[in-house]
């Protein structure tokens, strides 16, 4: 939101945010090998995660809607519960969408729904002042986006924030590198953490594409490979023959 609409000068009309029963159920603590069997008491525990979600985006102040991707393993009961905490609870527009069996006839309704919202007049926030520190925009994002604590920066961030300020490029926007599976930078941690500390381990200047990097925890970036990947396993001998493929 940050780094693309002061470049584009447009901003989103609303937000949809995706749900699985499956992935809050996950947060719950469902076992990852059970999430086909219903389970309305992990589901009950883990849609603070899509709680902490809707919250965030809120903070643009766009209208929010939740589509709920249904699986063909998902119960009537757990779809009700979820349906009915983000009409009752969250109080946000949400719609089930079925899309993966039935097509677009399956999104027509979530269709009907963001065409609503997007006629709905509301004003954009941003979440930082373009002209604020980038330690104030990562401490920003991290409070009210993640729902953490504080930011932390190793030495090595501490060097490089000094270098991009001294070069004049601290103005640019900040890219959260963070793994995509918890609200903190511990891949572990799920559902909906507080009072956690983000640790920026490194901060990398994208001048190309004109935003600052914030690498965080043991996060690995594109193009996402393996500590090991394959690669360094296959070989070709001189007869041309390939080994270590599979």
Not at 66 to 71: C, D, E, L
Request: glycine residues 8%; positive net charge.
């Amino acid at each position: 939101m940050d780094i693309v609409t002061p470049r584009l000068n447009k901003t989103p009309d609303c937000v949809v945010v995706v749900a699985t029963v499956r992935a809050l159920k996950l947060n719950g603590g469902a076992d990852k090998k059970e999430l086909n069997v219903e389970n309305l008491a992990a589901l009950k525990k883990g849609v603070v995660n899509l709680k902490r979600h809707v919250e965030g985006m809120q903070q643009y102040g766009k209208p929010v809607i939740v589509a709920i991707n249904k699986f063909a393993t998902d119960s009537d009961d757990e779809l009700s519960y979820l349906s009915n905490y983000v009409k009752n609870t969250l109080k946000v527009t949400g719609e089930i969408i079925n899309s993966w069996a039935q097509g677009g006839q399956g999104g027509l309704d979530l269709a009907k729904k963001v065409i609503a919202a997007c006629d709905t007049p509301a004003d954009f926030h941003r979440l930082y002042d373009e002209n604020a520190g980038v330690l104030e925009k990562m401490q920003a994002i991290v409070t009210r986006i993640y729902g953490g604590a504080n930011v932390e920066l190793s030495r090595k961030a501490k060097n490089q924030l000094k270098r991009i300020e001294k070069m004049g490029y601290d103005h640019l926007p900040v890219c959260m590198a963070k793994t995509q599976y918890s609200f903190t930078d511990n891949a572990k941690q799920l559902g909906a953490p507080e009072n956690f500390t983000i640790h920026v381990s490194d901060l990398q200047l994208k001048l190309g594409a004109g935003f600052i990097v914030a690498l965080t925890g043991k996060i690995l970036t594109m193009p996402g490979l393996p500590s090991h990947p394959a690669a360094l396993d296959m070989d070709i001998d001189e007869n041309g023959r390939i080994t270590g493929l599979f």
